[in-house]
C-alpha cells in the first residue's frame, strides 16, 4: 500500500491550492446553501400548496400543485386593491428614489470632497440616518409630519393636515421620508473614489476655467462612473423589495393605496402563515421575471450611455 | 467722499473687485446651491430630533394639546423609568410565555449584532484576499458572482429562506442568524475589500515567503493587518446596521427579541394604555438610540473614512 503523501512534501502550487480550497470551503458551502438552494426551493415552492392534513399534524406538508398559485395571483390582482396598487406605487417609488438618491448622493459627496463650508458636519448629518435606527427616525418623523407641524402652521394660519394619514399627502410624505433618512454609507463610497482621482487632473480643470458644475460634469463624475452605475444597478434590484419604509412608519397597518409590493410581501411574510409561503412564492418569482430583463437592460444601458474618461 | 468715488483709480479697483465677486459667484453656483440643500437638510434633521427630544418630556396629557411648544407643565424624566420598564417582548418559552425586558434584549442586541458584525465583516474579507491573491479560475467565478447576485433582482425568496432556516435548526436561534449573515454573496463590503487587496503589490507576499512564512502566517501577519481599518470601519457600520435592524430578529428570531425589536413592539404591538402615547413612543426611541449613538460618537472617526469600491467591473 502506497505510504501517504505527508504535508511538507507538497509542493508550493499544491499547498496554495489546498490552503484556497480549506479557506473558501465555507463561504462556497454557504453560498450554495443560503443563494442556490433557498433560490432554488423558493422557485419549487411556487409550484406546491401547504396542505393542513386530515390525520393530524403528521400528514400535514407541502404538495405539487402545478400552475394553480400562479392562476391564483391574477385572481388576486383582480380581487385586491392592495395588490394591484402596490406593483404601481413601487414602479413609480423606483423612479423617484433611484433618480433622486443617485443624483443627490453623488452630488452631496462632490461638495464634501471639495471640502466646502461645514462639508464635514455635512458629512455627519447625511450619515445621522444610518446610525439611528430606521424606527427611531420614523417614530420621531411620524410625530412632526403627524402633529408638529401641523399645530405650528396652524398657528401661523396656515391650515395643513396631518401628512402621514390624509390621503392626499400620506404617499407623498412617505416617499419623501424613505428618501430623506437614506443617505449615508454610499456618499462615504463615493469619496473613497473621488480621493483617488489625481489632484492634478482637477488642478488642470481649474486652470482651464472650469467652474465647479463643469468641474464635477467633465473630471469627476466620468471618474466615479463605475460607482455611480454600480449603485443605478443595484438600485433596481431592489425594484420589488423596496419597502418604502411604510413598514417603519405604520407597522402593520399601512393603507392598501400607499403599499408596495416589497411591503405587501414582506408583510404577508412576517404574518407567518405556512400555507401563504407558496403563493407568496409565486408572486416573487413572477416579479422576479419582471425585474430581471428591466435589470439587463438598464445595466446594458449604464455601459452604452456611459461617460468617457478620456 | 464723493471725490473718491470719482477717483479712476478707486472707480477701477471697484470695478475689479466687482469682477471678482461675479466670477466668484459663477464659478461657486454649484456649490451655492448644494450647500443651500444641505442646509435645509439639515434643518430638517435637527428640527425632528430638537422636537423629538423635547415631545419625549411631555406628559400624555399635555401633548394632547402642546405639540409643538415647550412643555408647560414640567418635564416629565420619569418617561424614561417608565419606557425602560415597559419595553417588553412576549415570547415563547417552554410549554408557555414568557416577557422579556430590556436587559434581555439587550444581551441579545449584543449577541446578534456583534457576531453577525463580525463574521458577515470576516466572510468577505478572506474570500476577497483568496480572489484577489490566487489568480484560478474559480476566484473569477467568484467575482462574478458577487457581481451577479448584487444586481440580480430576486424578488420573494424569504419564505423559502425561513423555510430553509427551520429545517436546518437554524431558526429562531442568535448563531444561526451568524451563520446566515456570513456570506460575501451580494456584498458591497466584498468589493471594498476586494479593491483593497488588489492595491498591495505583489512584493509583500514575496518577502514574506522568501523568509519562509507560509500561506495562513501570510494571511494572518501580512495582509490582514494591511487592511485592518478597513475591516474597523466595515465592522463598524456592519454593527450598527445589525443593531438597529428589526425585521431579520422579527421573521428569523421572534423569541430572541433584540432591542430595535423590542421598540417595535413597543411602538406597533403593545397598546397598554400607559405607553401608547406619542411622548413614550418618542422616550422608547430615545432609550435605543442612545448606546449606539455613543459607540458612533467615539469611532467616528473610523466609521466616517472613506471606503472606495473601484477597480471591479460589473
Not at chain 2, 83 to 111: C, D, H, P, W
Not at chain 2, 183 to 212: C, R, T
Request: aromatic share 18%.
Amino acid at each position: 500500500m502506497e505510504k501517504q503523501k505527508p504535508l511538507r512534501s507538497l509542493n508550493r502550487k499544491q499547498k496554495d491550492l489546498l490552503f484556497y480550497v480549506l479557506l473558501m470551503a465555507y463561504p462556497v458551502i454557504q453560498f450554495c446553501i443560503f443563494y442556490v438552494v433557498v433560490n432554488f426551493n423558493s422557485i419549487l415552492l411556487a409550484f406546491k400548496d401547504y396542505n393542513y392534513g386530515t390525520t393530524g399534524f403528521e400528514s400535514a406538508g407541502y404538495q405539487w400543485v402545478g400552475f394553480k398559485q400562479f392562476a391564483k395571483i391574477f385572481t388576486e390582482l383582480k380581487a385586491n386593491p392592495a395588490l394591484s396598487a402596490s406593483i404601481g406605487n413601487s414602479l413609480i417609488v423606483y423612479a423617484v428614489t433611484t433618480i433622486s438618491m443617485s443624483t443627490l448622493t453623488v452630488w452631496f459627496a462632490f461638495y464634501i470632497f471639495k471640502n466646502k463650508f461645514a462639508s464635514k458636519f455635512f458629512r455627519i448629518i447625511l450619515f445621522l440616518p444610518q446610525v439611528i435606527s430606521p424606527l427611531v427616525m420614523a417614530v420621531m418623523f411620524t410625530s412632526v409630519a403627524e402633529n408638529v407641524l401641523p399645530e405650528l402652521l396652524g398657528k401661523s394660519g396656515w391650515k395643513i393636515p396631518p401628512l402621514l394619514s390624509d390621503v392626499n399627502t400620506r404617499f407623498g410624505t412617505a416617499l419623501f421620508y424613505s428618501i430623506w433618512a437614506s443617505f449615508g454609507t454610499s456618499i462615504l463610497l463615493y469619496n473613497g473614489n473621488m480621493a483617488s482621482i489625481d489632484p492634478e487632473v482637477i488642478e488642470a480643470a481649474t486652470i482651464d476655467g472650469a467652474d465647479g458644475f463643469k468641474e464635477f460634469l467633465y473630471i469627476i463624475f466620468p471618474l466615479v462612473y463605475p460607482t455611480f452605475s454600480t449603485f443605478f444597478v443595484v438600485h433596481i434590484a431592489g425594484i420589488f423589495t423596496n419597502q418604502m419604509s411604510l413598514h417603519t412608519l405604520y407597522g402593520e397597518m399601512a393603507s392598501p393605496k400607499i403599499q408596495t409590493f416589497g411591503y405587501y410581501l414582506f408583510v404577508r411574510v412576517a404574518q407567518g402563515n405556512l400555507k401563504e409561503y407558496p403563493f407568496l412564492s409565486a408572486m416573487g418569482l413572477m416579479m422576479t421575471f419582471i425585474a430581471v430583463p428591466l435589470t439587463l437592460f438598464v445595466r446594458w444601458g449604464m455601459k452604452k450611455i456611459g461617460p468617457s474618461v478620456d | 467722499m464723493n471725490n473718491d468715488y470719482k477717483n479712476p483709480a478707486c472707480a477701477q479697483s471697484q470695478s475689479e473687485n466687482k469682477n471678482k465677486i461675479v466670477k466668484f459667484l459663477l464659478d461657486n453656483w454649484f456649490f451655492f446651491l448644494l450647500g443651500i440643500v444641505l442646509t435645509l437638510y439639515t434643518f430638517t434633521m435637527l428640527f425632528i430630533f430638537a422636537y423629538g427630544a423635547m415631545n419625549s418630556f411631555k406628559s400624555s396629557l399635555e401633548y394632547g394639546w402642546n405639540k409643538s411648544a415647550f412643555p408647560t407643565e414640567g418635564w416629565h424624566f420619569e418617561n424614561y423609568v417608565t419606557a425602560l420598564s415597559s419595553i417588553y417582548v412576549k415570547v415563547r418559552a417552554g410549554g408557555g410565555f414568557e416577557y422579556q425586558g430590556v436587559i434581555r434584549m439587550y444581551i441579545n442586541t449584543i449577541l446578534y449584532a456583534v457576531g453577525c458584525a463580525f463574521f458577515s465583516t470576516l466572510v468577505p474579507c478572506i474570500t476577497a484576499y483568496l480572489t484577489g491573491r490566487f489568480k484560478y479560475k474559480f476566484s473569477g467565478i467568484i467575482v462574478g458572482i458577487v457581481i451577479i447576485t448584487m444586481s440580480l433582482p430576486i424578488v420573494g425568496s424569504t419564505p423559502s429562506s425561513l423555510q430553509l432556516a427551520r429545517m436546518l435548526g437554524l431558526y429562531d436561534s442568535i448563531w444561526g442568524l451568524w451563520i446566515m449573515s456570513a456570506h460575501f454573496q451580494m456584498g458591497i463590503h466584498y468589493l471594498v475589500f476586494h479593491d483593497a487587496f488588489s492595491g498591495f503589490p505583489a512584493a509583500y507576499k514575496e518577502a514574506a515567503e522568501i523568509d519562509g512564512a507560509n500561506n495562513l502566517q501570510i494571511m494572518i501577519r501580512i495582509m490582514i493587518p494591511l487592511v485592518k481599518n478597513i475591516f474597523a470601519t466595515v465592522f463598524l457600520l456592519r454593527l450598527i446596521g445589525y443593531w438597529n435592524e428589526y425585521q431579520t430578529p422579527l421573521l428569523y428570531m421572534p423569541n430572541s427579541p433584540t432591542i430595535a425589536y423590542g421598540l417595535y413592539y413597543f411602538t406597533f404591538v403593545n397598546t397598554d394604555n400607559k405607553t401608547f402615547s406619542v411622548p413614550m413612543q418618542l422616550t422608547g426611541a430615545f432609550i435605543v438610540s442612545i448606546p449606539i449613538f455613543i459607540v458612533f460618537c467615539i469611532f467616528q472617526n473610523r466609521i466616517m473614512t472613506n471606503l472606495s469600491i473601484g477597480g471591479v467591473k460589473g
